[in-house]
T-cell receptor, first 113, second 117 residues
Framework: KQEVTQIPAALSVPEGENLVLNCSFT??????LQWFRQDPGKGLTSLLL?????REQTSGRLNASLDKSSGRSTLYIAASQPGDSATYLC????????????FGTGTRLLVSP | GAGVSQSPRYKVTKRGQDVALRCDPI?????LYWYRQALGQGPEFLTY????????KSGLPNDRFSAERPEGSISTLTIQRTEQRDSAMYRC???????????????FGEGSRLTVL
C-alpha cells in the first residue's frame, strides 16, 4: 500500500527565506506526483505536476524535483512571501487506470512579514 | 463554469439524517472524483466517474455512501443515516481527460464541510 509522508508537518520562516518542503513515498512505481496548495476555506490549487519520467518542474518561484527511485520529491520555494502561507500537499498517482491520488498529510507553512 | 463548484459549502446535520452533496465540474471535464479529508489529514479517495459511469467505488467507507452522475456532468454524493464519524470536508475534483490518461491533472473544488452532531 502506497504511503506518502511529508516533513516537516509545520514550518515557520521570516519573509525572504528560501525553503524546502519534503515528500516521500513508499512505492516508487508512480506515474506522476503533484504538489497542491490548500488555503483555509478554499479548494486545493495545483502548483506543479511532475511526470514519472521527469526530474523537475518549475513555475515562477517554485521548483519541484522528483527522485522516483528513492521515493522522494522536494518543493523549493524561493524568496518566500507572506502570501505563500498555506498548507502544501503532495500526492502521487499510482495507477494507470485512473487518477486515484494518494496524498500526504501536508506541511503547514507560515511566512512572517 | 470557471471552476469546480460544490454545494452546500457547509452542512450541519443531526446523526441519522441523510445528506446530499453536490458537485458541478468544470464544463467539458470528463472525469469526476470524490475525496474526503479529515481535519489535519490529506484527502482520501472515495469514488470516481468517467462520463456517467462510476468506474471505481472502492474508497466508499460503507454502503451508507453512494454517488451518481446521471448525465455525465453534475454529481451527487449521498450519505444515508449519517454518523458523527462522517464529519469531514468532502472534496470534488474533475479532469479534462479520461481517467486512463497519465497526463491528466485534477482540479479541485472548495469542498463541502459536513458536521454531524
Amino acid at each position: 500500500k502506497q504511503e506518502v509522508t511529508q516533513i516537516p508537518a509545520a514550518l515557520s520562516v521570516p519573509e525572504g527565506e528560501n525553503l524546502v518542503l519534503n515528500c516521500s513515498f513508499t512505492d516508487s512505481a508512480i506515474y506522476n506526483l503533484q504538489w497542491f496548495r490548500q488555503d483555509p476555506g478554499k479548494g486545493l490549487t495545483s502548483l506543479l505536476l511532475i511526470q514519472s519520467s521527469q526530474r523537475e518542474q518549475t513555475s515562477g518561484r517554485l521548483n519541484a524535483s522528483l527522485d522516483k527511485s528513492s521515493g522522494r520529491s522536494t518543493l523549493y520555494i524561493a524568496a518566500s512571501q507572506p502570501g505563500d502561507s498555506a498548507t502544501y500537499l503532495c500526492a502521487v498517482r499510482t495507477d494507470t487506470g485512473f487518477q486515484k491520488l494518494v496524498f500526504g498529510t501536508g506541511t503547514r507553512l507560515l511566512v512572517s512579514p | 463554469g470557471a471552476g469546480v463548484s460544490q454545494s452546500p459549502r457547509y452542512k450541519v446535520t443531526k446523526r441519522g439524517q441523510d445528506v446530499a452533496l453536490r458537485c458541478d465540474p468544470i464544463s467539458g471535464h470528463v472525469s469526476l472524483y470524490w475525496y474526503r479529508q479529515a481535519l489535519g489529514q490529506g484527502p482520501e479517495f472515495l469514488t470516481y466517474f468517467n462520463y456517467e459511469a462510476q468506474q471505481d467505488k472502492s474508497g466508499l467507507p460503507n454502503d451508507r455512501f453512494s454517488a451518481e452522475r446521471p448525465e455525465g456532468s453534475i454529481s451527487t454524493l449521498t450519505i444515508q443515516r449519517t454518523e458523527q464519524r462522517d464529519s469531514a470536508m468532502y472534496r470534488c475534483a474533475s479532469s479534462p481527460r479520461p481517467s486512463g490518461s497519465i497526463n491528466g491533472e485534477l482540479f479541485f473544488g472548495e469542498g463541502s464541510r459536513l458536521t454531524v452532531l
